[in-house]
Nanobody, 115 residues
Framework: QVQLVESGGGLVQAGGSLRLSCAAS????????MGWYRQAPGKQRDLVAL???????NYADSVKGRFTISRDAAKNTVHLQMSSLKPEDTAVYYC?????????WGQGTQVTVSS
C-alpha cells in the first residue's frame, strides 16, 4: 500500500509559477516511476511528467520547457515546478506512484490559472 499526499496547488495568474509536491509513504521501496497527471473538467486524466529512480524524465509536449519534475529520494518526495503557466493548465493535478495501473494515486490538488 502506497500513500501519496499532494500539496502546493492554488490560484495563479497566467505567466506565474507554482510548485507542487507529492510526499510518498508506505510500500515505496519497489517504486521506480513516479509521475504527475492532470484532469480538467470533462476531460480524461493525462500524463504531465514522470521521473524514474535513475532520473529519466518524460514530459507531455504541452508542458515541455515550462514544467520540471524532480525527485528527492531521501525524502520520498516528488516535485513539479510549473512556470509560464497558461489558463489551459487549469486542472486537478494528481501524483502517481508506479504507473497508472497500480491505482496508487493521491487525492489531487487544484491548479487554477487565470487569464
Amino acid at each position: 500500500q502506497v500513500q501519496l499526499v499532494e500539496s502546493g496547488g492554488g490560484l495563479v495568474q497566467a505567466g506565474g509559477s507554482l510548485r507542487l509536491s507529492c510526499a510518498a509513504s508506505g510500500s515505496i521501496v519497489s517504486i521506480n516511476v513516479m509521475g504527475w497527471y492532470r484532469q480538467a473538467p470533462g476531460k480524461q486524466r493525462d500524463l504531465v511528467a514522470l521521473i524514474t529512480r535513475s532520473g529519466y524524465t518524460n514530459y507531455a509536449d504541452s508542458v515541455k520547457g515550462r514544467f520540471t519534475i524532480s525527485r528527492d529520494a531521501a525524502k520520498n518526495t516528488v516535485h513539479l515546478q510549473m512556470s509560464s503557466l497558461k489558463p489551459e493548465d487549469t486542472a486537478v493535478y494528481y501524483c502517481n506512484a508506479g504507473g497508472t495501473y497500480t491505482g496508487n494515486w493521491g487525492q489531487g490538488t487544484q491548479v487554477t490559472v487565470s487569464s
